[in-house]
């Protein structure tokens, strides 16, 4: 009896002590791709560049903190795109140092680390000397290199992204979440062989062995070709590719080089036609933005296995 | 005609050139032997030889080498043949192709074609912004008072300059993604994904247009003592030179068209044919063609094997050789004068 009702003091304890765990204490300093960030307080008005950073800071609630938005890859999916719908664009493109600044930031969110250029939202330590903290999306760092990305990599990064806006709770819901979604995928087991095809004509822009291409292929079970080389995209040839012959092909939809455009191209081609994958039509579509590391990857993943499920390899 | 030492000096360069292409045919990230190589070869040809080699692996060698050697090969010539008559019209030893705008105009129409979805109608833009770079240049020059070379060549500085900028100003407004990585790769020259109908366009190019030019050369000899000189020999100086002046627009349109934009094999190779032969364009021009073949396919070969899998714009590496044997060539031209 005596136990018991210790065990439920103690169960209450620790109920009420979590929340202030997951509390962040501020001022917070993190290393961010070689950068010091110090963040006196929790931001409250925040520029974000590429889809990945707005579509991070949506998933967690934090649509209204979002003062502006640059180089949006594609729309908003749902379920965020009532909450994406009315943000201030900046530019179409990259937006420029004074549009970024005219927006009254205190955090800039960026999704590629060349975002942060003179020519570009700035240069990170003039937004520092202009009170301005600046983040990089990690796997998009390239000034130190990046370990080779995981989904738990993936999930560290919506948590730091959790503490940096003192949402934790929010964040470990999400990771919940995409966690299940993540353990609900059954790798393929047939043994196939992809190329991640992300653009280019003459020269492929394709996956290789460290980024989100290599992290969703290894979670559908795909063995990928370029695999070899630790980078995150390269410009392969086609030689090596068909030399390879893939049983897969994954083709990246952008706006600007869509999968349909991609599918014309490889069929036309002398070369590529005849590559099984091409003959047989076994291909998987992933849209742009769901292809750099972000809280798409986990349900893209989910989405390219069922079309996988779906292709046969009995000819 | 020709002397012992000629004679012995083309037959060695046309010895080099099909070495080099049954040689780096065999070289690439496909691990396929000389032997399958040669014999998929033999039987495209028609040669009663049975390769036995699996369906890919015959379209490797059929469809993406061997085009891609010939076309390095054309371009390799006729980049070298025009550098060689640019710098005799405008007795400027810095002349080459691009000299007078035509790269860059070239380079402009192709990537206004490729912005605007017509990737396959490229070389078309290619052609049509080399010709309008030719004509804006024609004009420029005739209203600077008419055809001098030093007037053509400022008129080619500014038409270079404004396709390059206009060019740039493309890529700013239009490039989305990452589609800015095929077209920089493609303004630093590139062979990669050419086929058999580029290497149909490019050999197009330099027979009908190179292989005519090659007969100018006893003129560009007398060019060479000045217009009067040139004029007293019975020269028409102002038709042939425009004439030819129109002949290397078209070929080098045809060859950006197809590689982009390789800088220095023009300008490099007519020098270190002039230290060996001297500056008879009687012979200076057709050793140009021949080394430039061999040198452009080598260099091509670099930038597909080197790094397997992946792939180097071959621009980088003509640049990365061309500039240090440019600044040898003018030590020696220093030395001899």
Redesign the interface.
């Known amino acids: 009896m005596r136990l018991s009702f210790h065990l439920v003091a103690l169960a209450g304890l620790a109920l009420s002590v979590a929340p202030a765990w997951a509390q962040t204490s501020y001022p917070l300093t993190l290393d961010n791709c070689g950068v010091a960030v110090t963040l006196a307080a929790a931001p409250e008005r925040v520029v974000t560049i590429k889809s990945t950073a707005t579509e991070m800071l949506l998933a967690l609630g934090l649509g209204e903190k979002i003062v502006g938005v640059g180089f949006q890859d594609g729309p908003v999916p749902e379920p965020w795109a009532a909450a994406g719908a009315g943000l201030p664009v900046l530019a179409e493109k990259l937006p420029s140092q004074e549009v970024v600044l005219e927006a009254e930031p205190d955090f800039v969110y960026g999704g590629w680390e060349s975002n942060f250029a003179a020519d570009g939202v700035g240069e990170r330590p003039s937004l520092t000397e202009l009170g301005i903290a600046s983040y990089v999306s990690p796997a998009a760092c390239r000034s130190v290199k990046p370990v080779k990305l995981s989904f738990d990599g993936l999930f560290a990064d919506i948590a730091e992204m959790g503490t940096i806006f003192d949402v934790t709770p929010a964040a470990e819901a999400l990771i919940a979440e995409q966690k299940a979604e993540l353990a609900a995928i059954v790798p393929d087991s047939r043994g196939l062989t992809a190329v991640w095809y992300s653009s280019g004509t003459k020269a492929p822009y394709v996956g290789a062995a460290s980024n989100a291409p290599a992290m969703m292929m290894t979670a559908l079970g795909l063995d990928n070709i370029m695999g070899t080389v630790d980078d995150g995209w390269i410009s392969a040839s086609w030689e090596a590719i068909v030399d390879a012959n893939p049983d897969v092909i994954v083709l990246v939809d952008a706006a600007w080089n869509s999968a349909a455009q991609k599918k014309t191209l490889l069929a036309e081609n002398p070369i590529t036609s005849q590559l099984d994958a091409v003959l047989h039509e076994r291909y998987l579509v992933v849209p742009f933005p769901a292809s750099e590391a972000g809280i798409r990857n986990v349900g893209a993943t989910a989405d390219m296995a069922a079309q996988l499920a779906a292709l046969t390899f009995d000819q | 005609m020709m002397r012992g030492p000629q004679i012995a000096l083309s037959v060695g360069l046309w010895a080099l050139l099909a070495a080099s292409i049954v040689l780096a045919v065999t070289f690439?990230?496909?691990?396929i032997s000389p032997h399958e190589v040669w014999q998929t070869i033999a039987q495209h040809l028609g040669l009663p030889v049975q390769s036995g080699v699996t369906?890919?692996?015959d379209?490797?060698v059929w469809?993406?080498?061997l085009p891609r050697v010939l076309v390095a090969a054309g371009i390799g010539a006729g980049l070298a043949l025009c550098g060689a008559i640019m710098q005799a019209l405008t007795r400027n030893p810095l002349a080459d192709p691009y000299l007078l705008g035509l790269s860059s105009g070239a380079s402009f129409g192709a990537v206004t074609f490729l912005l605007a979805g017509a990737?396959l109608l490229m070389p078309v833009g290619a052609f049509l912004g080399a010709g309008a770079a030719m004509a804006l240049t024609l004009l420029m020059t005739r209203l600077l008072g008419g055809a001098t070379p030093s007037r053509a060549i400022l008129a080619g500085i500014a038409v270079s300059a404004l396709a390059a900028a206009a060019t740039s100003f493309l890529i700013f407004w239009s490039a989305?993604?990452?589609?800015y990585?095929?077209i920089l790769?493609?303004l630093m020259g590139?062979l990669?994904?050419?086929?058999?109908g580029d290497a149909g366009i490019v050999t197009g190019a330099v027979l009908l247009l190179g292989l005519p030019m090659l007969l100018a050369g006893r003129a560009l000899d007398a060019f060479a003592f000045g217009d009067n000189a040139a004029a007293t020999l019975g020269i028409d100086v102002v038709r042939l030179r425009w004439l030819l002046l129109g002949a290397t627009a078209l070929l080098t349109g045809a060859l950006v068209a197809v590689g982009g934009a390789i800088g220095f094999v023009g300008l490099i190779i007519p020098h270190v044919v002039r230290l060996g032969t001297g500056s008879r364009h009687r012979l200076l021009l057709p050793v140009a063609m021949l080394l430039g073949a061999s040198f452009m396919i080598w260099t091509d070969t670099a930038a597909?094997s080197l790094f397997?899998?992946?792939?180097l714009?071959v621009g980088i590496i003509t640049a990365l050789l061309g500039a240090p044997i440019f600044l040898l060539v003018l030590l020696r031209y220093r030395r001899a004068t």
């Open positions: 690439g990230p496909a691990d369906r890919l692996r379209a490797i469809e993406l080498r990737a989305t993604g990452d589609s990585r095929e790769s493609w590139s990669s994904g050419t086929t058999w597909r397997a899998p992946r792939e714009p």
